[in-house]
């Protein structure tokens, strides 16, 4: 018998035992499938290789946007947030708001209707956090009731009541942005672990230079890793030492890539390929998944698993029922990035990935604030300045992009040879190429049709005025306020 019971009453009065499951969700920013059941043997990362061998992983898993709030918009309700409207990132902040469309709800509200406990939190759980009721990151780009969430730790639930909890880590934002931030995350991990991520053991992908800054702040990031991975061990351990381990389901995946270059941001693998591992009862041990699936589909198959009907309208898939028929293709867009306007959409199957640049005309590398404030970025703009960088890595620098990529990520895995002028690939470029168009016709993707300069501008006037008399801020906030200019200026001239 399931450890987790609750005793419900119904109308004629007699008890019945509520086994069942709960459902956590641990969901690192920033990160990649850095871990060792992926791959990864630079670093150890055990509880997540646990998690795996108890579970099931799936190896093509992909987000539907690769930055943090469009993809969290996507997967708490299930929608691709092309299709509800949330596919500017950090939109719908200012005096301008954004309803989700009808009859669309959050996640945790359906838990809640189905009496389960609902929280989220950082790590660890019901650590005080900055705003109100302290809960954890949302960062949702629509308007949305904290009430759908009881509280920001399931200890507070009714004696054996279920619950559905998330819990919202750095990951990969534990390194910060420069060597101040690589300091601090490498002291975590030389007090926690004893040693730190050796700088000979990075192997960076073949478009980053072997710049000593992109260097340190890879092995950084591979600290993060580590240190992620000991608090996916000490959410398990507390499930165990509450004695609820054997009737929850553990579901472990990062919100996008890794935050670098050609990361965080872009449709490529690095920045849409997420590690997702689920463990828990009725879960087969040690399966893997190679068909490809999309983030949303934890909504869907969160609910599933709590005996909860998935909603008709909801686009996610429960990808673990019995029936369920696996996709033949994923999808992912990038819009807007806090100041810096971009419209691109991509497919991915398991053998090609499609992108189509909307704005070909604008380098790869737009202004943005907050990317060009890392030193990675700084570094690469170094080598660049002095040409020492390879033709693989100088191409990020082009001042323009092709209106199509094509790339067979079976025999090209990091993305680089572009297939689309490749008479011997034009049928694939011609289906990949009608695969999107009828995307973006049948989910109503929203993007079709630029952002209005009255939304820009009133999310744009929460950004600075958020950083105005801030210590340290000022010249952040001027590369911004042009950065605002050049995004105007560039779609008066059409650009």
């Given at each position: ?25 641990i ?28 579970g ?38 200012g ?23 609902t ?18 990151k949302t ?12 509280s ?16 919202q ?26 040693d730190?991520?050796p ?6 992908p ?30 398990i ?15 472990f ?39 490809v699936?999309?983030?949303?589909d ?50 991915r ?8 640049n ?52 079976q ?16 049928q ?12 973006m ?9 630029p ?33 605002i ?11």
């Amino acid at each position: 018998m399931p450890l987790n019971v609750c005793v419900r009453a119904y109308a004629d009065g007699a008890p019945h035992r509520d086994d069942r499951p709960n459902v956590v969700w641990i969901i690192p920013d920033d990160m990649s499938a850095n871990f060792g059941c992926y791959g990864e043997n630079a670093v150890e990362t055990p509880n997540v290789d646990r998690l795996a061998a108890r579970g099931v992983k799936f190896t093509d898993a992909h987000v539907t946007a690769p930055v943090c709030s469009t993809c969290r918009s996507a997967f708490i309700t299930g929608m691709y947030q092309t299709t509800i409207g949330a596919h500017h990132h950090r939109s719908g902040r200012g005096e301008l708001k954004i309803q989700l469309p009808e009859p669309v709800r959050m996640v945790p509200e359906l838990f809640q209707d189905a009496g389960y406990y609902t929280s989220i939190s950082g790590w660890p759980a019901g650590k005080p956090k900055k705003g109100k009721r302290g809960l954890g990151k949302t960062d949702y780009n629509f308007e949305w009731d904290e009430s759908v969430y009881d509280s920001n730790d399931w200890s507070g639930r009714a004696p054996g009541q279920p619950f559905f909890a998330q819990i919202q880590t750095p990951g990969g934002k534990l390194r910060g942005k420069d060597s101040n931030g690589w300091a601090k995350v490498r002291q975590s991990a030389r007090e926690q672990f004893g040693d730190v991520t050796p700088l000979d053991a990075v192997k960076l992908p073949p478009y980053y230079p072997n710049h000593p800054d992109v260097i340190e702040d890879w092995a950084a990031y591979l600290d993060s890793v580590r240190l992620t991975d000991a608090m996916v061990g000490e959410v398990i351990a507390r499930l165990e030492s509450e004695g609820v381990s054997d009737n929850t389901i553990v579901l472990f995946m990062t919100d996008h890539g890794i935050s670098h270059a050609r990361g965080k941001q872009f449709l490529y693998d690095e920045g849409t390929h997420v590690p997702l591992v689920i463990a828990g009862p009725g879960i087969t041990s040690g399966t893997v998944r190679d068909d490809v699936v999309e983030h949303i589909d934890i909504a869907a198959l969160s609910l599933a698993a709590a005996g909860i009907d998935v909603p008709g309208w909801m686009q996610a898939r429960d990808i673990l029922a019995d029936d369920y028929k696996p996709r033949q293709a994923v999808f992912s867009a990038r819009d807007r990035c806090d100041e810096t306007v971009d419209h691109i959409r991509s497919v991915r199957t398991k053998d090609y990935r499609y992108i189509r640049n909307f704005l070909p005309q604008r380098p790869y590398l737009q202004p943005c604030a907050y990317k060009d404030a890392k030193a990675i970025l700084i570094a690469m703009r170094q080598w660049h300045d002095a040409g020492k960088l390879n033709p693989v890595q100088e191409a990020w620098f082009a001042d323009h992009r092709p209106e199509e990529e094509l790339y067979d990520v079976q025999a090209d895995p990091h993305q680089i040879h572009n297939l689309a002028d490749d008479p011997a690939h034009a049928q694939t470029l011609n289906e990949m190429r009608e695969r999107l168009n009828q995307w973006m016709v049948q989910t109503n993707d929203q993007g079709r049709t630029p952002e209005s300069s009255e939304m820009y501008d009133s999310d744009m006037k929460v950004y600075v005025d958020g950083l105005r008399g801030k210590q340290g801020q000022s010249e952040h906030l001027e590369t911004i306020e042009e950065n605002i200019a050049l995004m105007k200026r560039w779609a008066a001239e059409g650009k």
